[in-house]
């Protein structure tokens, strides 16, 4: 349970910090591939973590140490 609360805050202070930093490019009058490129480089970690999270999980030690062949061929 709380982990579920922490990774929500975390994940709502990561928007939070994200949209203040576009707040502020704006604010600052900064161009918009500016203010473009500071989005971008906020929602790349997120989108990194999101395609290794989607991927199998990888083997354990024991179905490494146990995926020998057998004597008629098969695993």
Do not use: C, Y
Not at 17 to 26: D, E, F, K, N, R
Not at 46 to 60: D, F, K, S
């Amino acid at each position: 349970m709380v982990n579920v609360g922490v990774r929500s805050f975390i994940f709502g202070g990561w928007i939070a910090a994200l949209a203040a930093i576009v707040a502020i490019s704006v604010a600052m009058q900064a161009n918009v591939s500016t203010t473009a490129l500071l989005l971008a480089l906020g929602v790349a970690p997120a989108l990194v973590m999101l395609l290794i999270a989607a991927g199998a999980p990888p083997p354990t030690v024991a179905e490494i140490l146990h995926a020998v062949e057998t004597k008629d061929g098969s695993l």
